[in-house]
């Protein structure tokens, strides 16, 4: 039986994801960072949402038409992606990596502007009472905005961009801006194809994925113009 942190059980946190933090800095004053990890099947389609499945208002707060590529074609899913590809057992079979940004909602689901803190938004490391593994992250430098926790090693004591990320799935949603087609795919080929059960071999597969940190506490950083919308 696993034993969470009294503290975590308070929110809705996920369970830890485990990778490498970077920084993407081309001009003196736009930086963004980013983590890289990997993430079952199970974990892709629940955690990660496309555009279409997070609340209304998020249309005008922050512009959907420059934050995401297109409207997802579903019958072009269906078609090429589900039935064309991945339930094609003869077609080599991989996608890549998923650029995911995470974006602050308020109790009521509703996206909000900006991630603000709240009470309890700091769960205990490690994750589960006896992991090893996580406790170590408690060592490392820790980074909160909303209900984000996030983990990296110094790069100075030889930690090499390692890092750890959760968040309160209450109040952030993981969505889709690169890969909006790829995992839509996934979540029909998970839900109607296989009714919501893999086979062994299936289990195995990992999706790649770019989670990005727009937050200036996570070192987020964007020329202040007005105007501006978060895809520029």
């Given at each position: 039986?696993?034993?969470?942190?009294?503290?975590?059980?308070?929110?809705?946190?996920?369970?830890?994801?485990?990778?490498?933090?970077?920084?993407?800095?081309?001009?003196?004053?736009?930086?963004?960072?980013?983590?890289?990890?990997?993430?079952?099947?199970?974990?892709?389609?629940?955690?990660?949402?496309?555009?279409?499945?997070?609340?209304?208002?998020?249309?005008?707060?922050y512009n959907l038409k420059e934050l995401f590529q297109r409207q997802i074609d579903h019958k072009r899913v269906e078609r090429d992606l589900v039935d064309g590809f991945l339930k094609n057992p003869q077609k080599i079979k991989f996608f890549n990596s998923l650029t995911i940004a995470l974006l602050?909602?308020?109790?009521?689901?509703?996206?909000?502007?900006?991630?603000?803190?709240?009470?309890?938004?700091?769960?205990?490391?490690?994750?589960?009472?006896?992991?090893?593994?996580?406790?170590?992250?408690?060592?490392?430098?820790?980074?909160?905005?909303?209900?984000?926790?996030?983990?990296?090693?110094?790069?100075?004591?030889?930690?090499?961009?390692?890092?750890?990320?959760?968040?309160?799935?209450?109040?952030?949603?993981?969505?889709?801006?690169?890969?909006?087609?790829?995992?839509?795919?996934?979540?029909?080929?998970?839900?109607?194809?296989?009714?919501?059960?893999?086979?062994?071999?299936?289990?195995?597969?990992?999706?790649?994925?770019?989670?990005?940190?727009?937050?200036?506490?996570?070192?987020?950083?964007?020329?202040?113009?007005?105007?501006?919308?978060?895809?520029?």
């Open positions: 039986m696993i034993k969470v942190n009294a503290s975590a059980a308070r929110h809705n946190y996920n369970r830890p994801l485990y990778g490498n933090a970077g920084e993407f800095t081309l001009s003196r004053n736009v930086t963004v960072p980013y983590f890289t990890t990997i993430i079952d099947i199970k974990r892709a389609v629940s955690e990660l949402k496309t555009h279409e499945q997070v609340a209304p208002s998020l249309e005008q707060i602050p909602k308020a109790e009521d689901g509703h996206i909000m502007p900006k991630f603000d803190d709240y009470e309890g938004n700091d769960p205990q490391v490690p994750w589960v009472l006896g992991d090893t593994f996580d406790e170590g992250f408690a060592a490392t430098v820790k980074t909160l905005f909303g209900g984000v926790q996030f983990h990296k090693a110094d790069p100075e004591n030889s930690g090499h961009g390692i890092a750890r990320l959760r968040w309160d799935v209450d109040r952030v949603d993981a969505v889709a801006v690169d890969g909006q087609h790829r995992l839509s795919a996934l979540q029909k080929w998970y839900d109607k194809k296989r009714k919501k059960a893999l086979e062994i071999y299936e289990q195995n597969t990992r999706i790649p994925i770019i989670i990005l940190l727009l937050d200036p506490r996570a070192g987020f950083k964007a020329e202040n113009k007005s105007g501006l919308t978060i895809k520029s």
